[in-house]
């Protein structure tokens, strides 16, 4: 597990690297057969998984799950942790500790508060990064720390930005604003941080290739690969009740494939 840690620090240190986020366990043994270097999960898709909408998976069910899933790769996984389902300091430094116990090699932090509905202020969640930053180094475990204010109808780079920055002085490994689209946006994030920044592949969000050249390390998919999946799904059983044709199975898995990712 050291040396998986390790290897996550290391893909950080330089280049940008693309990194999905798989929703359970085949899922992740899926996207390790096509051959990206690290996972991370995503609440909204694992939410989905578990027949639940996003925020509402306990902290024992994603303990559980990421367990699982690190269980089933040789590549490093990254948590997306939400709140850290804790309202204190010692909340936090106990989920952190759980979810490295579980395999983890990162973990991210959010500035949104779940039962509050809110994004909380840059004091309190900076306060919050500097925890959860602290109990991560003793994991080593790579910390993310998230500035929702975008995704709740927060306007202005202004306070992303202050939040990051706040967020990195506390501690944090990676900065990541989900909802930065476009170049000139990104690339004054990046220039100001500083430190490596994650973008969330989005429509209308740069490829991977300008992402690199605007300097950016890291790029994730949050639940887009689980609606995809799930929305491939739904159109293959709409063909079948509609039409009772099966269509549908020239898109899936070969049994070559499934042998090969799925075979012990």
């Known amino acids: 597990m050291d040396a998986v840690r390790k290897r996550f620090h290391q893909l950080h240190a330089a280049g ?7 929703w359970d366990v085949g899922s992740a043994r899926v996207l390790r057969h096509a051959g990206f270097a690290a996972l991370a999960t995503t609440s909204s898709g694992l939410a989905a998984a578990l027949g639940k909408l996003d925020q509402q998976v306990t902290r024992d069910e ?16 990254s948590v997306d942790s939400e709140w850290l389902f804790a309202e204190t300091a010692e909340g936090i430094t106990e989920t952190v500790g759980l979810l490295a116990e579980a395999g983890a090699a ?14 909380q202020p840059i004091a309190v969640s900076a306060e919050r990064v500097g925890t959860a930053a602290e109990a991560a180094r ?12 975008l ?13 990051l920055i706040a967020y990195r002085d506390a501690g ?12 000139d946006d990104i690339a004054r994030v990046v220039r100001a941080v500083g430190a490596p920044v994650n973008v969330l592949a989005l429509p209308g969000t740069p490829d991977v ?23 491939a799904l739904r159109d293959a059983a709409r063909e079948f009740l509609e039409s009772g044709t099966t269509g549908y199975r020239t898109r899936g898995l070969t049994p070559t494939e499934v042998k090969s990712i799925f075979a012990p």
């Open 16 to 22: 940008t690297f693309v990194m999905p986020n798989a």
């Open 209 to 231: 290739a300008e992402l690199s050249a605007l300097g950016v390390r890291r790029v994730s998919t949050g639940g887009s690969l689980a609606w995809a999946a799930y929305g």
């Open 151 to 163: 995704l709740y109808g927060h306007a202005g780079l202004d306070d992303t930005i202050t939040r």
């Open 172 to 183: 944090a490994d990676v900065l990541f604003a989900p909802g930065l689209t476009t170049p």
């Open 106 to 119: 990162g973990l991210s932090i959010e500035d949104y508060h779940p039962v509050a509905k809110s994004v």
């Open 138 to 149: 003793r994991h080593g475990l790579v910390l993310t720390a998230r500035a929702e204010n």
């Open 62 to 77: 994603l303990v559980a799950h990421v367990a699982a899933v690190a269980a089933a790769v040789d590549v490093p996984v």
